[in-house]
């Protein structure tokens, strides 16, 4: 499976972006999905993920209240929408399918959010 990833861009502080991780080749439905983010200078860290068919979610406690993961089968994409932005979530953020022993990455989308 092949991921692009989109919606990123330069946000102030407070504001709201959605993000979307979509598959250019083959099918999300049978992989959970997650997105990770990756700070200037720092390791890149886990987010959020949802499963298959969306019926459990998860959330690192750093965006935990601020942010949601969807998923829209459908449209073999799956979503982030966050909100309350702060400086602290300016980061380049990656989605990943998995499914047992496979991890697929996307690329980037750059999120800055202003002060």
């Known amino acids: 499976v092949q991921l692009q990833a989109s919606g990123g861009g330069l946000v102030q502080a407070g504001g709201s972006l959605r993000l979307s991780c979509a598959a250019s080749?083959?099918?999300?439905?049978?992989?959970?999905v997650a997105w990770f983010r990756q700070a200037p200078g720092k390791e890149r860290e886990y987010a959020a993920a949802?499963?298959?068919?969306?019926?459990?979610?998860f959330y690192a406690d750093s965006v935990k209240g601020r942010v949601t993961i969807s998923r829209d089968n459908t449209k073999n994409t799956v979503y982030l929408q966050m909100n309350s932005l702060k400086p602290d979530d300016t980061a380049v953020y990656f989605c990943?399918?998995?499914?047992?022993?496979?991890?697929?990455w996307g690329q980037g989308t750059l999120v800055t959010v202003s002060s």
């Open positions: 080749e083959g099918t999300l439905s049978g992989y959970t």
């Open positions: 990943a399918a998995i499914r047992g022993s496979s991890l697929y």
């Open positions: 949802i499963t298959r068919y969306g019926g459990s979610t």
